[in-house]
């Protein structure tokens, strides 16, 4: 420990007088010789005491099982998956991403000449749309379930509701 | 902990002679504080997790290539440190309110916090009112101050070592500690 570090620990014990008197001794011949410890306020040293007993966070339960995991993909080699798991774009993103395909969709069924007969082709169009990866962010999933029209559920009003929705 | 309990070095040496317990024993030891550090300066959860697991792969990986010319923790912290500055570098966020903040909506945002066995609600309610004041306040400061507050004030690492981990001159860690600080100090004197 570096004469700087007993400084710090010991220099509310000392303002306190709570030290012996050659420790506080010591910490009075530091604080003379060292322009950064003198430098120090107490403030700042009652702050150190606050961030001391600050919280030490944990990782979600089965970390271990997961990084063994990891590890056995690297040994095997060329199976390492990305460190960085989903959702790799930001919120703002994913969500914009969904609404532009929401968009999408909407300009194409208004411009549709007649519902029933372009379903097949609508359906190919969101079907040919870049399809949503697993698992992807609660948001970006709930645009997709509003914009997905299962075969025989397509009515106008249901297409009314979701081409409002986009507007 | 026990008297005999192996040094981290020892540890590591024993898993570069293919002792896999010894490094289940390194990940024990230090899953907590390098979530807590990685956490607390990028702000988000998931991703603190991703990168701490990406350090301990990097461990596995490239255990041959440490040496005991610098500390063991100092290494791990480094890794730690690099990745953590690397991903926001990425997102370029500079600041973020996610941590223990109140602007958050979402579950996953909120800290995972160690729980908390006092019987005293009252006295347990003021404890996470105050961390979460101080965790918002560090997210506050410059990526500079924060790194160098959370080395030496949270995680209490030497002057020395916060040094060798960030790269810069001793005297340049004090600067960063001590401006941090008082940066802290101000936002933060009705708890003081």
């Known amino acids: 420990m570096s004469d700087c570090e007993r400084f710090e620990g010991g220099y509310l014990a000392w303002k306190n007088g709570r030290l012996a008197e050659d420790e506080a001794a010591a910490l009075a011949r530091h604080a003379h010789s060292c322009p950064h410890c003198a430098g120090l306020q107490e403030g700042s040293l009652r702050l150190r005491e606050l961030l ?10 089965g970390f271990e099982w997961r990084l063994e995991r990891k590890i056995k993909a690297v040994i095997a080699g060329g199976t390492r998956e990305r460190s960085v798991s989903w959702p790799l774009l930001p919120r703002w993103a994913a969500l914009g991403a969904g609404l ?3 968009l999408a969709v909407g300009v194409i069924l208004l411009t549709a000449p007649g519902l029933n007969d372009d379903q097949p082709k609508q359906e190919t169009q969101l079907a040919a749309q870049k399809p949503l990866a697993e698992g992807d962010h609660d948001t970006l999933s709930a645009k997709r379930d509003s914009i997905a029209v299962p075969a025989g559920h397509y009515d106008a009003g249901t297409r009314s509701r979701t081409v409002s929705g986009r507007r | 902990m026990t008297t005999d ?4 070095e020892v540890l590591i040496r024993q898993f570069q002679g293919g002792s896999a ?3 289940d024993e390194i990940v024990r030891r230090y899953r907590s ?7 607390r ?3 988000d959860p998931a991703f603190a997790e991703d990168l701490l697991q990406e350090t301990f792969i990097r461990v596995w990986t490239n255990r041959d290539s ?3 010319v610098a500390r063991f923790s100092t290494w791990i912290y480094t890794i730690a440190g690099n990745l953590a500055k690397s991903e926001l570098r990425r997102r370029n966020i500079r600041r973020w309110t996610t941590l223990g903040g109140a602007s958050s909506s979402d579950d996953d945002d909120r800290p995972l916090e160690v729980a908390d066995e006092s019987a005293d609600p009252h006295r347990d309610l003021e404890r996470r009112n105050i961390q979460r004041r101080v965790n918002e306040e560090i997210a506050k400061l410059p990526l500079v101050f924060r790194q160098a507050v959370i080395l030496r004030d949270v995680q209490e690492l030497s002057y020395e070592e916060i040094g060798e981990i960030l790269n810069i001159p001793l005297g340049t860690v004090k600067s960063r500690v001590n401006r941090g600080r008082l940066r802290l100090q101000k936002r933060l004197k009705d708890l003081l």
């Open chain 1, 52 to 61: 001391k007993n600050q919280p030490a966070y944990e990782p979600t339960p």
């Open chain 1, 100 to 102: 532009a395909t929401g």
């Open chain 2, 5 to 8: 309990r192996p040094s981290d």
């Open chain 2, 21 to 23: 317990s010894a490094f």
């Open chain 2, 33 to 39: 504080p390098l979530f807590s550090f990685v956490y």
């Open chain 2, 41 to 43: 300066i990028i702000g």
């Open chain 2, 66 to 68: 440490y040496r005991e």
